[in-house]
């Protein structure tokens, strides 16, 4: 085993005083912007410092390379030393450091993946900056992979990083998350903690920063230090205890961490909120709030004080050149579907088909799931591609955030799966998934009532109302086995967060494997000149609604049938095209709750179109546990409800 070598005083010396030019940089940002956390940024000064200045491994010009090191502050609300840290590194401009938090300026409160289109750049009215600024706004935050600052997620994202490192890219670079004590408070911390040393990611160091304050009061074990390091051990980690203002401690700290094999590491590391300015450091009620304007100078001029060398600079190491860029071409089925209309196939055994032949067609596509693998049948792809398929288990908080940090730098195209029911444990990392602008795709099976027998835990009718409302979403309602292995080949090419929603019951084949789908781009799938009513099914009530149309039309009524194929995009002209060639007469029948799903997405689509009038039939109250028939009767909306419904319109 190599042995430790000490770094010589110099270096020792410039890192102590980098770490005081980051409190003066954290300082002097949040005191122009009036607003951040500089007693967050001080207790992590020494931290930041050695590892982005002796531990780390990147190109300080290219923050994206896929041969760099990964860091991950998950404790987001220490954003100004992170843009500190690159400001000393010479990718950000010292300068930029005073505009932290203002609107023309993509140094946010929080770490953020600034991507804006310059559409949206005009619709904030932000005209008045100037082109370069729009064109080198995808660089200017090249150093941030995910969006932090809600408490508790880094770590996930970090074993997703570290995952693909190890498992799938096969190379050096390692990965680094810092977390604050407060946030260790949250579950799927643990959940990641377990996570990692299961899968034995010694590639991944987790940093600690234990500063002992809250943000309303202490943290709950405050400085007791041999309880962080009991906790981690007790999850398997490598673990070491230090005293986080010592610069040499943590150089020996972290290139112990490099040495550790089949085990992560976790640096528990005691620091003091504040460090470095006398009369706040480790005092009460300093948490988010600026530093006065009294004490600013005699602070700073302390700070400086201890600055030995103010010009000597630091240089990280260059990474190993031991990883491919990403293959960014599309992904496309390498055959097309293979059924025939009317035969049986339930959407979620349909999309287990369809991934295990993306897998083919490419290396990128990987698979997640939280031990529902053979019900979603995500198994079908762990069969064929067992390397490229990661068993999360129970743990739908971490799955997510895990995912999240796979499809980081392009790396893979990651499809998640689980029961849609408990895609809502995971909201908010789906939600900052979105804000950090990641492609991942999300697949919810077991929707609605017609799960039948297992009742209403089991049942997913929140979940296409959580998913229209995430900004970057694209939400896929396939009704047959064709629409969603094509539902599948689009996520996998589609920018942004997707959900595919898929069902369980066995429904027929009604597409032709010939069949072209556009995203955003409805179905009529059933049509006459007569038609009275139109009727918007989706997944288990299209087919509902087609067998109404076939009842309805033994008694001499006609009514079109509209697959929608997604609900966000919704085909606005589609609906509204068929609403007026029946008379205004839209009906809308959904495996959901009424509140945010396919009905509302249609109101919303023709609420300023005069002379339409929507009827909606929707899950209204709490199931039960019962037969699918039963309950979709009870519910009213099966295809019985649905022919009554159309027959009371048309009397009326």
Not at 45 to 50: G, I, N, P, Y
Request: glycine share 8%; hydrophobic share 40%; proline share 5%.
């Amino acid at each position: 085993m190599a042995s430790y070598h000490k770094p010589d005083e110099k270096t020792l010396q410039g890192l102590k005083d980098i770490a005081n030019k980051l409190r003066i940089h954290s300082i002097n940002a949040t005191c122009a912007s009036k607003s951040g956390h500089p007693t967050s940024c001080c207790s992590a000064a020494e931290l930041m410092s050695v590892l982005f200045f002796h531990t780390m491994r990147y190109k300080a010009d290219d923050p994206r390379n896929q041969c760099n090191d990964r860091f991950v502050l998950s404790k987001g609300h220490a954003a100004p030393i992170l843009y500190a840290a690159w400001a000393e590194a010479g990718f950000v401009k010292e300068s930029d450091l005073l505009n932290l938090r203002k609107i023309d300026c993509d140094l946010e409160g929080h770490p953020t993946p600034v991507r804006p289109e310059p559409q949206a750049l005009f619709a904030l009215h932000l005209l008045m900056l100037a082109l370069t600024f729009i064109l080198c706004i995808h660089q200017k935050l090249a150093f941030v992979d995910v969006a932090t600052g809600s408490l508790g997620q880094g770590l996930s994202v970090a074993c997703g990083m570290a995952y693909t490192g190890k498992y799938f890219d096969k190379s050096s670079y390692r990965v680094y998350c810092m977390m604050g004590d407060g946030e260790c408070s949250e579950g799927s911390v643990w959940e990641a903690m377990a996570f990692a040393s299961h899968y034995k990611l010694d590639n991944l160091v987790a940093i600690m920063d234990v500063n002992r304050l809250g943000q309303s009061e202490p943290a709950p074990i405050q400085h007791d230090m041999d309880t962080y390091r009991k906790r981690c051990e007790a999850f398997g980690w490598n673990t070491h205890v230090v005293d986080g203002h010592d610069v040499e401690e943590l150089c020996k700290a972290f290139w112990h961490a490099q040495q550790v094999k089949g085990k992560p590491t976790c640096i528990v590391a005691k620091t003091f909120k504040g460090k470095g300015l006398p009369g706040i450091e480790d005092f009460e009620n300093w948490h988010g709030k600026t530093i006065p304007k009294d004490k600013v100078d005699g602070l700073l001029n302390g700070l400086r004080e201890k600055i030995q060398v103010p010009n000597k600079t630091l240089c990280p190491e260059l990474p190993n050149d031991d990883t491919a860029p990403a293959d960014l071409s599309p992904i496309s089925l390498p055959s097309p579907p293979a059924y025939k209309k009317g035969e049986k196939m339930a959407t979620r055994r349909a999309y287990g088909v369809a991934l295990a032949k993306l897998g083919q067609a490419s290396q990128r596509v990987v698979a997640l799931d939280g031990d529902t693998k053979n019900s979603t049948f995500s198994e079908t792809f762990k069969k064929a591609f067992p390397k490229r398929y990661i068993e999360c288990f129970i743990a739908e908080q971490n799955l997510v955030g895990v995912a999240i940090g796979c499809a980081t730098r392009d790396r893979n195209v990651a499809f998640v799966s689980t029961f849609a029911a408990f895609m809502s444990r995971a909201y908010d990392q789906i939600r900052m998934g979105a804000i950090s602008q990641s492609n991942v795709n999300l697949v919810g099976s077991h929707c609605g009532v017609s799960i039948g027998e297992d009742g209403p835990s089991q049942m997913a009718l929140e979940d296409l109302a959580m998913f229209r409302a995430i900004p970057t979403c694209t939400v896929f309602y396939p009704s047959d086995a064709v629409a969603t292995e094509r539902a599948v080949e689009f996520a996998a090419n589609t920018k942004g967060i997707c959900f595919i929603r898929t069902s369980r019951p066995d429904t027929a084949v009604i597409y032709s494997p010939e069949e072209k789908f556009e995203i955003g781009v409805a179905k009529v799938v059933r049509q006459s000149d007569s038609d009275v009513v139109t009727v918007i099914g989706a997944g288990v009530t299209l087919h509902e609604a087609l067998s109404a149309a076939d009842m309805l039309a033994s008694e001499g009524k006609n009514i079109r049938v509209i697959d929608p194929f997604t609900i966000k995009p919704l085909d606005a002209a589609t609906i509204l095209a068929s609403a007026r060639a029946t008379g205004g007469q839209i009906i809308t029948v959904e495996d959901h709750y009424k509140e945010g799903g396919l009905g509302e997405a249609v109101l919303s689509a023709v609420g300023s179109e005069p002379g339409i009038v929507v009827t909606r039939l929707a899950v209204t109250s709490v199931p039960r546990s019962g037969k699918p028939q039963e309950l979709l009767d009870l519910f009213g909306i099966s295809a019985k409800q649905i022919a009554k419904t159309v027959r009371q319109t048309f009397a009326n």
